[in-house]
């Protein structure tokens, strides 16, 4: 499979597994996971709670976070190697750092409450019965998180790539 092909399906997954199933972070994991089979399970069972802008708190993005982990998962430090001789650390760092960044440009944050704000006109408490019920209404899971994930997984694959880490047939 080429860059564009995963790039292509890496989007399409993580558009429909949010939209069919909810939680950001999974929805990206997942998506790298179904499409290249190298994330493991447990990896993919940790990103559990960061959905919603970590528990549903609406802080750091689920989705940026479960980037980060996808990310980390091509470069970061092994336990084997926790001194981190070769510096993965630092290069994890830094790649996280460029979606990180990303988000900045398209969504003017990483929070997201704030995301919520500029794709749907206002945050969401996702923990309250009522106004998750309007969160969907206003197409959380319709298109508004969905697109957010279809970005970051697209995001990922460009870092990636761009640093050697992602090659395509």
Not at 85 to 92: M, N, Q
Not at 108 to 114: A, E, F, R, V
């Given at each position: 499979m080429n860059l564009s092909e995963l790039t292509n399906k890496v989007q399409e997954l993580a558009y429909q597994y949010e939209r069919q199933y909810g939680g950001c972070s999974q929805c990206?994991?997942?998506?790298y996971k179904t499409a290249l089979g190298t994330i493991s399970d447990d990896v993919f069972k940790a990103a559990t709670g960061l959905a919603g802008g970590i528990g549903l708190t609406g802080s750091a993005c689920g989705a940026l976070t479960g980037g980060v982990i996808v990310i980390s998962t091509f470069i970061g430090r092994d336990f084997n190697n926790f001194a981190d001789?070769?510096?993965?650390?630092?290069?994890?760092f830094r790649l996280a750092a460029k979606l990180v960044d990303r988000f900045k440009e398209e969504y003017?944050?990483?929070?997201?409450?704030?995301i919520q704000t500029k794709l749907m006109g206002r945050p969401f408490n996702l923990r309250d019965k009522e106004d998750y019920k309007e969160f969907l209404a206003a197409g959380g899971?319709?298109?508004?998180?969905?697109?957010?994930?279809?970005?970051?997984?697209?995001?990922?694959?460009?870092?990636?790539a761009d640093e050697g880490l992602l090659k395509g047939d």
């Open positions: 990206v994991v997942g998506a001789p070769s510096g993965d650390r630092r290069k994890t003017g944050s990483t929070i997201c409450h704030d899971h319709e298109d508004k998180c969905p697109s957010v994930c279809a970005n970051t997984v697209k995001w990922i694959a460009e870092i990636l």
